[in-house]
């Protein structure tokens, strides 16, 4: 055990406000893991839910363990000595349950490497009654959970504040004692997924059939929170070690009523559900008290109907508002006036398709125009940097979209032109692009991603086209990375080897290589629409609505 890490945790824990300690004295322990590291973990306002949701309990003990920085996990392997919970500075395998939530499937790769540092076998066919349970969630896992189903011993399916309540009702039950008796019971109750139930045979890439046994239902229900306003989602712990630390976070709403056709967002936490105003003004009075500035948070913070007043609330209150981006056809100039107020120099937006063509197949909703006079609006009101969401590699997309993208960038760089010469000061457009990443449970989930070399030809193109125009700078998310999170997602459960094998190894690209079946198969391939997937056990989205949506997107 390391004294340099225990003084780390405690150094940490003395810089928090919010949390409050609790002693063991014979109550269920869970430990509560983030796949990545405390800065991240801690910025996710689900990971903090869930640990204060099970505190909350008085017969629950929740802590907190994260994957350890550069200079930790050096500390750890030279001494040996087990991963460590953030509280106590106990091992992580010393507590009954282990909970992983998991956000983002890149967080994958790194599930091994906590699991070798805690000293426990990543598989959970290799673990035994010593062993702590283990269980994940988060949206990564209801979206597909297979890539890590041989890790878990159970996997939660929707929202937690829905799942959790009947889940420790089942522990206090019975325990976990008997844990086939226990995963058998737990596999009754709706969102509850034991991947030891179900057996899956497979074609080459193909799942050629899926069956359960020992009573576990043949599809798992996602569950999901009925009334958000029973239980406001905002910043429980406040520590500076984040990228919010000026901040207090809350949820205004949950999903998205859009029904974008990439985007898993405005499906998987259908139906949409807003917070009442009165409940958001509790909270903020609440956070006020803590921070100076509220951040907003939702993937459609700006479609909430009451948005505006909440913002004049805020502001009228002496506080600021912070949102990370903004509808393009919900702008108004008050609310602009409320976010320039708040110190915003800069506002995100996100047309998402270069061209019209592109904005009708994802279902935008989006015309040029709107997108000038969103742009226009921001700079009458004096906000003149802009940043700007894109995605290439959408289905069916040629290089006269790429044109028609970059056409468009150079008139909104006309109008930031014009008006930073008339302010006599700078204006800047940021590009932020990305590949697109077919996910589960949409409408494009049967597309296949197009291939790296012809997304690295895009964005070069891109990049030539903007490199020659001044206050214009392109961001992207690199096509390799893009590809690995394209296998995370639409792969089986057969990649719980490749993670095995990318931490043995170092790094996934040489795992890629070696692993059988073809990777590439899994991200790039177009698959049938009445072709079994890995994820068509859980029942979640209107099937039927997914596939009219793709049919209609492509005119079939």
Request: hydrophobic share 40%.
């Given at each position: 055990m390391s004294w340099k890490i225990i003084e780390k945790h405690r150094q940490i824990l003395a810089g928090e406000e919010g949390a409050a300690p609790k002693r063991r004295g014979g109550k269920l322990t869970v430990c509560l893991v983030y796949p990545n590291r405390y800065a991240v973990a801690m910025s996710n306002l689900g990971f903090q839910t869930v640990h204060a949701l099970l505190n909350a309990e008085s017969d629950v003990l929740c802590e907190r363990a994260f994957l350890p920085d550069a200079d930790e996990?050096?500390?750890?392997?030279?001494?040996?000595?087990?991963?460590l919970t953030l509280e106590s500075q106990h091992p992580f395998?010393?507590?009954?349950?282990?909970?992983?939530?998991?956000?983002?499937?890149?967080?994958?790769?790194?599930?091994?490497?906590?699991?070798?540092?805690?000293?426990?076998?990543?598989?959970?066919?290799?673990?035994?009654?010593?062993?702590?349970?283990?269980?994940?969630?988060?949206?990564?896992?209801?979206?597909?959970?297979?890539?890590?189903?041989?890790?878990?011993?159970?996997?939660?399916?929707?929202e937690g504040e829905a799942i959790i309540p009947g889940l420790l009702g089942l522990?206090?039950?019975?325990?976990?004692?008997?844990?086939?008796?226990?995963?058998?019971?737990?596999a009754r109750l709706p969102g509850i997924y034991v991947p030891s139930l179900y057996g899956v045979e497979y074609d080459g890439v193909r799942i050629a059939g899926r069956a359960a046994r020992g009573g576990a239902p043949?599809?798992?229900?996602?569950?999901?929170?009925?009334?958000p306003d029973e239980r406001p989602t905002v910043s429980e712990i406040l520590t500076p070690g984040t990228e919010f630390s000026d901040m207090y976070l809350i949820e205004v709403s949950r999903g998205c009523p859009r029904g974008c056709r990439f985007c898993a967002a405005g499906f998987i936490y259908l139906?949409?559900?807003?917070?009442?105003?009165?409940?958001?003004?509790?909270?903020?009075?609440?956070?006020?008290?803590?921070?100076?500035?509220i951040g907003l948070v939702g993937a459609a913070v700006s479609d909430h109907r009451?948005?505006?007043?909440?913002?004049?609330?805020i502001r009228d209150a002496g506080g600021k508002v912070s949102v990370s981006s903004l509808r393009v056809d919900r702008l108004d100039g008050e609310m602009i006036e409320v976010l320039k107020a708040s110190g915003h120099k800069t506002v995100a937006l996100a047309p998402e398709g270069g061209s019209q063509r592109m904005r009708d197949l994802i279902n935008k909703n989006l015309s040029e125009e709107q997108i000038l006079a969103a742009c226009g609006l921001l700079i009458d009101h004096d906000i003149l940097n802009l940043k700007l969401y894109f995605i290439i590699g959408l289905p069916t997309e040629t290089m006269e979209d790429l044109e028609e993208m970059a056409v468009l960038v150079g008139k909104i760089r006309v109008r930031v032109?014009?008006?930073a010469k008339k302010n006599k000061r700078l204006g800047e457009i940021i590009l932020s692009v990305n590949p697109f990443v077919p996910k589960p449970f949409t409408p494009f989930q049967w597309c296949g991603m197009e291939e790296t070399a012809s997304l690295e030809k895009k964005l070069k193109y891109l990049q030539q086209a903007v490199g020659m125009l001044s206050n214009v700078r392109l961001q992207s998310e690199s096509p390799k990375d893009a590809w690995l999170q394209a296998l995370l997602s639409r792969g089986d459960r057969r990649l719980s080897s490749f993670l095995l094998q990318a931490a043995e190894l170092g790094g996934w690209k040489r795992a890629a290589r070696e692993f059988d079946p073809d990777p590439h198969q899994f991200v790039h391939r177009t698959i049938p629409l009445d072709e079994r997937l890995p994820w068509d056990f859980i029942e979640s989205v209107d099937e039927g609505r997914l596939v009219r949506e793709s049919r209609r997107a492509f005119g079939v």
């Open positions: 996990l050096r500390e750890y392997r030279k001494t040996g000595g087990p991963l395998s010393s507590f009954d349950l282990v909970a992983f939530s998991v956000s983002f499937e890149s967080d994958y790769l790194n599930i091994p490497t906590i699991f070798d540092l805690a000293g426990i076998p990543a598989r959970s066919a290799d673990r035994g009654g010593s062993h702590p349970l283990v269980m994940g969630g988060g949206a990564a896992l209801f979206l597909n959970p297979e890539p890590v189903a041989d890790f878990m011993d159970l996997v939660c399916i929707g522990l206090r039950g019975g325990g976990l004692h008997d844990r086939e008796s226990f995963l058998a019971e737990a043949e599809r798992v229900r996602r569950l999901w929170m009925a009334s139906p949409y559900r807003q917070r009442s105003l009165e409940v958001l003004k509790e909270e903020v009075a609440r956070g006020l008290s803590k921070r100076h500035k009451e948005i505006g007043e909440l913002c004049r609330f032109i014009a008006a």
